[in-house]
């Protein structure tokens, strides 16, 4: 059984930094590209970041110099530390694997930055 969870999730002020874990299991992880996806209320999902399994990373236009998005693949977990958290990060967090094996999601974890 795959299972992406999720966790790190918080309150935070604007400013501040939090850094969220995925941690999967059920897949060869090494071989799956993870994407960091993010909803806001109201709002269409959107991509955030990703780290495809040769290394690779990407970034959206909104989050490109505050988020760092990495990879464990001893500990089949893929990190995103935010930085310099705006309130319009505020949304749910999601991991999803893709590879062999299909696509898989998280539950997610919700951020939210407020003062």
């Known amino acids: 059984q795959v299972q992406l969870v999720e966790s790190g999730g918080g309150l935070v002020q604007p400013g501040g930094s939090l850094s969220l874990s995925c941690a999967a299991s059920g897949i060869a992880f090494r071989i799956y590209n993870m994407v960091w996806y993010r909803q806001a209320p109201g709002k269409q999902r959107e991509l955030v970041a990703t780290?495809?399994?040769?290394?690779?990373?990407g970034y959206s236009d909104s989050v490109k110099g505050r988020f760092t998005v990495s990879r464990d693949n001893a500990k089949n977990t893929v990190y995103l530390q935010m930085n310099s958290l705006k309130p319009e990060d505020t949304a749910v967090y999601s991991c999803?694997?893709?590879?062999?094996?299909?696509?898989?999601w998280g539950r997610g974890t919700q951020v939210t930055v407020s003062s």
């Open positions: 780290t495809t399994s040769g290394g690779s990373t």
């Open positions: 999803n694997a893709i590879g062999p094996g299909g696509i898989f």
